[in-house]
């Protein structure tokens, strides 16, 4: 039994495999009368899902000591050992404070790490407790439950850095600061979209097991600003106009349970109203490519630069106001020039995914940690052409923006102003929940790889 070429050796008269250490989660000797014996638990790749297995090993002392001293050392700086974790025991069926104790603790416990549980009770809990932990003990944040208490979580860290960096989040020309913490999601909610498109399934359990590998993915995040306020961050959708009614109408049923996304929709898309917009961008530099391959990194780090310039009057508010500058506004987001005015004045919808979604074979696949936004422009058309669109778009299939009536735009930024002279209620589909919008305007803004999740896409 040795430890070479980054692979654990088994050759006994049972036992004669070879184990990657990159899924080799603990090791512990065992020693009897008998003799001694190395005990490994490892991670069996199947597909999307993960299994853990225990092989117990007989060999001499000094064998096992000197394998298991290799793999403790190689486990060393890469795994988490402390997390803060968070659960909505509302998320789903009401069945996530379960689903943790009973899948995912065990995990945790007999891989050595130690967590630090809060089962949430009221709203604003995880923004509250957030702003006022001391996290330098924690390697890592875990959200329990659906796309919502993962969004709750983002939120508040990214508030968190941006006041301690003496950055307004407010402000929409403000930068967001990359996170130092890594966020882990356990899929215990009902859409849970996040997670699956970090494991490839909604298991819990490989969800649990991919925090504790330690591997992490870079990915985006996208800012919604009215006016001088910042109303919400995404890292999965923001949907203007039909899909902001129809999480506006899902949420009226929330008894129904998950089951309310497949009936409510259908009524929302069936009395689906046009909105007349005005929709501006600043269009993605040419050359934007992003390989998700080099997204993938073991631990977080700065992506973030300072950009320094000399305040014009030598005053107290421009000594503050340069203090709290990290990159000016024309670098981040375009200057007045760049920005260009989209032909559409009459929508249905409009659309982003932090998480792009592109063609692999005949279906759609995620990439996290692109260099644009995809703004997608659903214009008039007719009612049938629609639902077939929308039924390709729910099957995933690679052709469902291949209609002449959506138009997909790569953007740095963009911003909508509604001119309907009547007074309506518009809204907001921010990562599944409902943001009821209090101006005509509306100012999205991408943010790249500010985050890094626990997680390792296929």
């Given at each position: 039994?040795n430890?070479?070429?980054s692979?654990?050796?088994?050759q006994?008269f049972k ?7 990159r ?11 008998s ?18 297995e ?13 394998t ?15 997390l ?12 996530a ?5 009973r ?33 330098n ?6 959200a ?6 993962y ?19 407010n402000?929409?020309?403000?930068r967001?600061v ?13 859409g ?5 498109y ?19 993915v ?11 306020r ?7 959708i923001?949907g203007f ?14 008894w129904?349970g ?5 009936v ?6 069936l009395s689906?109203r046009?909105?007349n917009?005005?929709?501006s961008?600043?269009?993605?530099k ?14 977080p ?14 005053t107290?508010k ?26 559409e004045?009459v ?23 692109e ?21 390709e ?11 002449d ?21 518009f ?8 943001i009821c919008l ?6 999205v ?14």
């Amino acid at each position: 039994m040795n430890f070479q070429e980054s692979c654990l050796c088994y050759q006994t008269f049972k036992i004669d495999r070879k184990i990657n250490s990159r899924l080799i989660l603990s090791s512990n000797i065992h020693s009897t009368d008998s003799g001694t014996s190395l005990e490994v638990v490892h991670v069996v790749e199947k597909k999307t899902k993960l299994k853990i297995e225990k092989i117990q090993c007989e060999a001499s002392e000094s064998q096992c000591n000197e394998t298991h001293k290799a793999i403790e050392q190689s486990m060393k700086d890469k795994r988490p050992k402390s997390l803060l974790v968070f659960i909505n025991p509302r998320s789903g069926n009401r069945g996530a404070e379960k689903i943790y104790q009973r899948k995912v603790l065990p995990i945790f416990q007999m891989c050595g790490v130690k967590t630090n549980e809060y089962v949430t009770s009221r709203p604003n809990e995880v923004r509250d407790r957030l702003l006022n932990t001391n996290l330098n003990t924690y390697d890592g944040v875990v959200a329990v439950g659906g796309d919502g208490i993962y969004n709750e979580v983002l939120s508040a860290l990214l508030d968190r850095e941006m006041k301690n960096s003496g950055l307004d989040p407010n402000d929409p020309d403000s930068r967001l600061v990359q996170l130092k913490l890594p966020i882990g999601i356990i899929p215990a909610g009902s859409g849970n979209y996040t997670a699956w498109y970090l494991n490839g399934t909604k298991c819990p359990k490989t969800a649990a097991i991919r925090i504790v590998m330690g591997d992490c993915v870079a990915t985006n995040v996208a800012s919604l600003h009215q006016g001088n306020r910042c109303a919400g961050y995404s890292s999965l959708i923001l949907g203007f106009g039909l899909f902001g009614d129809v999480m506006r109408d899902c949420e009226k049923y929330r008894w129904m349970g998950t089951s309310r996304f497949k009936v409510i929709p259908v009524g929302t898309v069936l009395s689906r109203r046009p909105v007349n917009v005005i929709i501006s961008y600043v269009p993605a530099k040419s050359g934007d490519n992003n390989s998700n391959a080099e997204n993938r990194v073991t631990a977080p780090k700065q992506q973030f630069h300072r950009q320094i310039s000399v305040p014009v009057f030598n005053t107290k508010k421009a000594r503050v106001t340069f203090q709290k500058r990290t990159v000016s506004s024309s670098a981040n987001f375009g200057a007045a020039s760049e920005w260009r005015t989209a032909d559409e004045r009459v929508v249905y919808a409009v659309d982003t995914y932090p998480i792009t979604m592109k063609p692999k074979g005949t279906k759609m696949a995620p990439h996290f940690g692109e260099d644009s936004l995809k703004l997608r422009i659903t214009q008039k058309c007719k009612l049938m052409d629609h639902i077939r669109q929308l039924k390709e778009v729910d099957d995933g299939k690679s052709t469902c923006y291949d209609f002449d009536f959506v138009r997909t735009i790569s953007v740095e930024r963009y911003r909508v102003r509604i001119l309907n002279k009547e007074m309506q209620d518009f809204f907001v589909n921010c990562d599944g929940e409902v943001i009821c919008l209090d101006g005509p305007e509306i100012i999205v803004s991408l943010h790249r790889r500010v985050v890094q999740l626990y997680g390792s896409p296929n």
